[in-house]
């Protein structure tokens, strides 16, 4: 009987036993699981303190943002002169004030002439503006030189002679002009008409001297409101003279300088004013050193007498229409690279294309070419050139209005 009583008691126990280690084993996997979520719980917590950080940043930036919008705007004007701790300055409408100084303000940056912001309300100086040009101006900087060079223009060769003498001889080799007690050439006027090579000699220019080179057209210095075309030319000679030795190229200067008279609207006393600060800036009381003046037009009859006579356009070099020998020589210089049949003879061309200009002479090549291209060959035939010289002719003919001729005269 007791024998009976200790087995059973040796089974209880062994239950009793394996129950607490099914429970630890709970227990332990119950422990692991909190611990995995407790450390799922920071790693949140600190990823919402981070994101919570990063938007109250957002946020002091967007109240500081709209701090500025509701600000007033400062008014810009330019200092005149100062008188002990007030200024003398002129806003942007014209009128001149005697305005007081931010004490915060270097006074070695107070000099005459700088750009200022004023104070909306009492107009007292608040900053000063660093120079700033006009983009139309600062964008005319030819930074990349133009890939064209004097050799691959053909048929000016004495215009070529003329716009070197002029224009790169005096900044390669200033001390020659010293020493034989003369001044340079100011500036060259090419005239001719449309498709003679006027814009292509500029930018053989460009590329053939170290020179700063600003281009820019007539037309963009022709502004609306009054005063604006004559600051454009100001600082556009002003960033010629800082970047001396340099060369300004205007192009179509007839936009702007017309002769003047005296039936005029407000738009046309608006582009004399702008006429006369060129005038002035080109030889005025404060002329322009080391600085170049190339213009271009094919209406020279329109322009100005001021502006034509020495001292200004020293020199102006006529562009025709090419004869016989010229249209020769740039026939050479476009059909350089351009695979020709040897029926094709460029005298042949030359023969046919009378009255041709050279941008119409390199059109009828690329006229050719593109035929060959189309039929599939792989040289220009002369049935190529005689269709490219009928469809320019009849380009011509079609437009006597547009045609070259008529707008030369």
């Keep these: 009987m007791s024998s009976e009583v200790d087995k059973s008691g040796a089974i209880e126990n062994n239950i009793s036993i394996n129950d607490n280690s099914e429970s630890l084993r709970d227990i332990k996997k ?16 600190i ?9 109250k940043k957002r946020a002091n930036r967007l109240e500081e943002e709209l701090s500025n919008l509701h600000s007033p705007p400062f008014v810009v004007g330019h200092l005149q002169d100062t008188v002990n701790d007030n200024a003398i300055v002129r806003s942007s409408n014209g009128t001149v004030f005697l305005v007081s100084i931010n004490k915060h303000i270097e006074k070695n940056k107070l000099i005459p002439g700088a750009r200022v912001a004023l104070n909306q309300d009492n107009l007292s100086i608040i900053d000063i503006l660093n120079d700033a040009w006009d983009p139309l101006v600062s964008s ?69 001297t170290n020179a700063t080179f600003l281009g820019i057209v007539g037309s963009e210095l022709a502004q609306k409101y009054i005063g604006e075309g004559g600051r454009m030319v100001r600082e556009l000679f002003d960033l010629a003279s800082q970047k001396a030795p340099s060369i300004i190229f205007i192009d179509e200067i007839d936009s702007i300088g017309s002769k003047r008279l ?47 006579r020495s001292g200004r356009f020293d020199r102006i070099v ?8 010229a249209r020769r020589s740039i026939l050479q210089v476009h059909t350089r690279n351009t695979p020709l049949s040897k029926n094709v003879g460029i005298d042949f061309i030359s023969n046919q294309t009378d009255g041709f200009s050279g941008a119409e002479l390199k059109s009828l090549v690329v006229e050719a070419a593109m035929n060959a291209i189309s039929d599939n060959r792989s040289v220009v035939s002369k049935i190529d050139i005689v269709k490219s010289i009928e469809i320019i002719t009849k380009k011509k003919n079609e437009s006597p209005i547009n045609s070259t001729e008529n707008l030369y005269r």
């Design 262 to 308: 005296d039936s005029t609207t407000s738009g046309d006393r608006e582009v004399q004013r702008t006429l006369m600060q060129l005038l002035a800036e080109m030889d005025g009381f404060e002329s322009v050193k080391n600085v170049k003046i190339i213009a271009a037009t094919n209406r020279p009859e329109l322009l100005d007498a001021a502006l034509l």
């Design 47 to 55: 990823f919402l303190e981070n994101e919570c950080s990063r938007l």
């Design 318 to 325: 006529t562009l025709p229409l090419p004869d016989k020998v």
């Design 140 to 208: 005319a900087e030819i930074i990349d030189s133009p890939d064209v060079n004097f050799s691959d223009i053909g048929g000016l060769d004495e215009q070529i002679k003329q716009i070197r003498q002029a224009i790169e001889l005096p900044i390669e080799n200033p001390e020659a002009f010293d020493k034989f007690g003369i001044e340079s050439p100011k500036g060259i006027l090419l005239a001719g008409p449309p498709g003679t090579g006027k814009t292509l000699l500029a930018k053989a220019v460009a590329s053939s």
């Design 30 to 45: 119950e422990f692991s699981l909190l611990s995995e979520k407790a450390q799922q719980l920071l790693t949140d917590k």
